[in-house]
């Protein structure tokens, strides 16, 4: 059911700006399986939306599945860990007084 829906609220998108999709729409495909993403992407086809709309996939990806959301043809794919996940790395430049022995 939440899959119909999804599919149902992208083909929506057509009815933005009256009967004419206008330059340019992002769409961001949150924590979907790559199999959600490519039958969404489908749909965008089918409805003529394709065009008009730039399609990110994002949440739940990583290093090793990314190629996957690729291949279901989303234009961007994003990587959170990327950003929030990074190990720390301290580069201060504090100074400390060096005792002599």
């Not at 990327?82 to 005792?99: G, I, Y």
């Amino acid at each position: 059911m939440a899959r119909s829906r999804r599919l149902r609220s992208s083909t929506r998108l057509k009815k933005i700006g009256g009967s004419r999709v206008h330059d340019f729409l992002l769409s961001m495909l949150d924590n979907l399986m790559p199999d959600e993403v490519r039958l969404i992407i489908v749909a965008l086809r089918k409805a003529r939306l394709w065009d008009a709309i730039l399609v990110e996939a994002s949440g739940n990806i990583t290093e090793t599945n990314a190629d996957l959301y690729a291949e279901a043809e989303a234009d961007v794919v994003s990587i959170g860990a990327l950003t929030h996940s990074p190990r720390a790395l301290d580069l201060s430049q504090r100074w400390r007084k060096r005792t002599r022995i």
